[in-house]
C-alpha cells in the first residue's frame, strides 16, 4: 500500500516545529531565539509563532536569561519506557483543546493493517460524540473519517479496502457506487476537509483532515448535530490549522 496525499500547511508547521525543537535539544545549555534563527533559517515572526507553541505543549521552556531548553513533554515523549502512555496524554490534552476551540467533538483515527481504528475521543456535554449505529470500520464509505483515510491511500489501497467492506446504504445520501466513491477521492484536494453531509447517519454533519506522519495514515475528525451544520467548514478549517501539535506529537 503507498501513500498518495502531500504535505498541506500543517504539516509544514509541525516540520519546522520539529527542526526548532531538534535545535534546542542539541544545546543542552540553553540557546537564545537569536541563535535559533540563525540555526534554523527561519523568520522572527515564524519562530515567534512556534516556539509559543512549543512552550504551551510543554516541548521547550524559556530559561530565566531568556534561552530556551527542553521542556518536561520533550522529555516524556523521549522515554522509550513511558512514550505510549506519555503520547496518549499528550494528543487527548491536544483533542481537548481542539474541541473546546472548534465546540464539536473531535476524533483521531488510524488506518492499521486495513481496517479504520478510531484511537481517541474528546467529547463533553455540550459536544456529544456521534453514535457509531454502524462500526465505522465497516463505514469508510460514509463516514468522513473513512474518506479521509482512505483519500490517503493509494487505489490499490482503496480498492482492496472497498473489497473486504461492502458498500452498504446507511442513508439516502450515502454513496454505494464505488466508481462514484473512487472518482470523488480522487478529486478531493488535501488541503481541503473531507465532509460527511449526514451520509453516515441522519441528523450529523462531519468533517475530516489528515495528519499521516511519515507512513502511518491517520485522521483527525469532528462531528456536529446537523442543526449547527452552518458551522461544519468554519470548524473544520480550524481543525485543520490545529493539526500541527498532533503532527509534532506523533513525530517526536
Known amino acids: 500500500m503507498a501513500l498518495k496525499r502531500e504535505s498541506t500547511a500543517p504539516y509544514h508547521s509541525a516540520q519546522d516545529a520539529l527542526r ?51 521542556g518536561e ?90 473489497s473486504r467492506h461492502r458498500m452498504a446504504r446507511l442513508t439516502s445520501r450515502t454513496i454505494t457506487n464505488e466508481r462514484v466513491l473512487l472518482s470523488r477521492l480522487d478529486a478531493q484536494a488535501p488541503t481541503v476537509p473531507v465532509l460527511d453531509l449526514q451520509e453516515y447517519a441522519i441528523g450529523t454533519v462531519c468533517a475530516a483532515v489528515p495528519i499521516t506522519a511519515g507512513s502511518a495514515v491517520g485522521c483527525l475528525a469532528l462531528s456536529l448535530p446537523v442543526e449547527h451544520a452552518h458551522r461544519l467548514r468554519e470548524a473544520a478549517d480550524t481543525l485543520n490549522r490545529g493539526a500541527a501539535p498532533v503532527l509534532l506529537s506523533l513525530a517526536i
Open 73 to 162: 513533554a520533550f522529555g516524556r515523549l523521549g522515554s522509550v519506557r513511558d512514550r505510549d502512555e506519555a503520547l496518549r496524554v499528550q494528543l487527548q490534552r491536544n483533542l481537548d483543546r481542539l474541541r473546546d476551540s472548534v465546540g464539536a467533538a473531535v476524533y483521531m483515527s488510524r488506518y492499521v493493517d486495513g481496517e479504520i481504528h478510531v484511537t481517541q475521543c474528546a467529547e463533553g456535554p455540550a459536544t456529544p460524540a456521534v453514535n457509531e449505529w454502524v462500526d465505522f470500520r465497516s463505514a469508510a464509505h460514509a463516514s468522513a473519517i473513512g474518506k479521509s483515510l482512505l483519500g490517503q491511500l493509494d487505489l490499490n489501497g482503496r480498492r482492496d479496502h472497498l
Open 20 to 70: 526548532v525543537l531538534e535545535t534546542v535539544a542539541r544545546h543542552t545549555t540553553g540557546i537564545t531565539d537569536v541563535e535559533l534563527a540563525r540555526h534554523t533559517g527561519l523568520g522572527t515572526e515564524r519562530l515567534t509563532a512556534l516556539l509559543r507553541m512549543l512552550r504551551r505543549e510543554g516541548y521547550v521552556e524559556q530559561l530565566a536569561d531568556g534561552a530556551y531548553a527542553t
